[in-house]
């Protein structure tokens, strides 16, 4: 059970949202004068040496360890003392925790995959520009026949920087989705507790400038308990991942040997 129970194998891709969270917390409670400014500081520089270890691939995990929230917290106790470290939980649960943690790891990510695909819209559009002169076959569909298992139905002539523009079409689209979700994305839970609040006077206002975000989520229970970020994200990445499989089928049927309007460089195409 407790091998079934444990979240760090997966959670240990969280430590860098985690540690802004709690350094942005730390700063929080300070203000709220539960904990004075040099022990806000004290926590602060252990977590940056907690970070550190993890950059470093030199973080230890324990076997009490049970997610990434108790083996930050475990091993910023070890370098600054528990007496301190312990203040930084005060007021904050694992739920608005975890909640906060996710929002900052898939922001990050998003914002990784909004480079990535402005680039591959880029390389498109300049391939289609440069070679907007190149005619090729249009096709509908494939098809069936006695003689041939697939054949490609052609319809009409067009310029290949024509299909080229179609996918950098669809993968604006994805970009535009991706904005929206993020969107909804970053939204801070942090400073909601358990389920019903934080009683400490925290200042969530702050605490959403200070992590980046674009505003609060009001109401406590969702805060916690909303993983509908999730969901749109998995939506988006497959239906983004249909475009890029069907770019992919259509750059290997044109590579072919039947239809030759292409031909792939044996850096992407070849194999021993």
């Known amino acids: 059970m407790t091998a079934f129970n444990e979240s760090l194998p997966y959670g240990r891709a969280l430590h860098s949202a985690d540690i802004q969270g709690s350094q942005a917390y730390a700063q929080a409670i300070c203000k709220s004068g539960i904990i004075t400014e040099e022990e806000c500081s ?37 370098i600054i003392g528990t007496k301190i470290a312990g203040k930084l939980h005060t007021g904050r649960s694992r739920n608005d925790q975890v909640a906060t943690d996710m929002r900052i790891w898939l922001r990050s990510e998003g914002v990784k995959l909004q480079g990535i695909l402005r680039e591959l819209i880029r390389v498109l559009v300049l391939r289609a520009e440069n070679e907007i002169d190149v005619l090729m076959p249009g096709y509908t569909h494939l098809q069936v026949s006695l003689y041939q298992t697939e054949l490609m139905e052609r319809a009409q002539p067009i310029r290949w920087s024509h299909f080229l523009c179609g ?22 839970p942090l400073g909601s507790g358990a389920l019903a609040g934080n009683p400490f006077n925290i200042d969530r206002e702050f605490l959403a400038k200070e992590l980046g975000f674009n505003g609060i989520i009001e109401n406590s229970l969702v805060s916690v308990s909303d993983r509908d970020f999730v969901t749109e994200f998995l939506f988006w990445a497959s239906l983004t991942s249909q475009h890029l499989s069907r770019l992919a089928e259509d750059f290997i049927i044109y590579g072919s040997g039947e239809f030759k309007f292409i031909q792939l460089a044996d850096a992407y195409s070849y194999s021993p």
């Open 167 to 188: 996918y950098a079409t669809f993968l604006g689209q994805d970009l535009q989705r991706l904005n929206e979700v993020l969107e909804r994305v970053n939204l801070l």
């Open 42 to 78: 004290e926590i602060i520089r252990g977590l940056n040496l907690v970070e550190e270890e993890w950059v470093a691939g030199k973080f230890v995990a324990k076997e009490n360890d049970e997610d990434i929230h108790t083996a930050n917290e475990r091993r910023l106790g070890e």
